[in-house]
């Protein structure tokens, strides 16, 4: 079964191999739409919040998120195993860096010259 993850604040998609988190299959493909922290549910910096699609949760922390958050479909990248495909979008700490609608996607580094030519 092939499932796929879509973020929304970058509008970049990507496949994710069944029984793995969200986070590991995009790093595994050198993606970047989610931030990257501790991988381990606790630091909440790929924090999350699953918009369509099914899915569950491996054990997280309750500092990064409620119960009544998990009931809303807050999730940790690192610890969100998808069932099917899912549309979900970046809310943790670093999530306005990777956010398409607030004046572009950053990648590290600087834009190339090419762009600077008019
Ligand atoms: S990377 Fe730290 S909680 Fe997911």
Redesign the pocket.
């Known amino acids: 079964m092939s499932i796929r993850i879509h973020i929304e604040n970058c509008d970049d998609s990507f496949p994710c191999p069944e029984g793995s988190n969200v ?1 590991r299959a995009m790093e595994c493909l050198g993606r970047r739409g989610i931030p ?11 924090k999350v919040r699953v918009l369509a699609g099914e899915y569950r949760n491996e054990t997280i922390s309750r500092a ?1 998120v409620s119960v009544e958050e998990e009931a809303e479909g807050y999730s ?4 969100l195993i998808p069932e099917g495909d899912l549309r979900l979008r970046v809310i943790g700490k670093m999530a306005r860096s990777f956010d398409a609608t607030r004046g572009g996607f950053h990648f590290y580094g600087t834009p190339s010259a090419a762009s600077h030519r008019s």
């Open positions: 986070l990257v922290g501790c991988r381990g549910g606790g630091c909440g910096v790929c990064c940790l990248a690192c610890k």
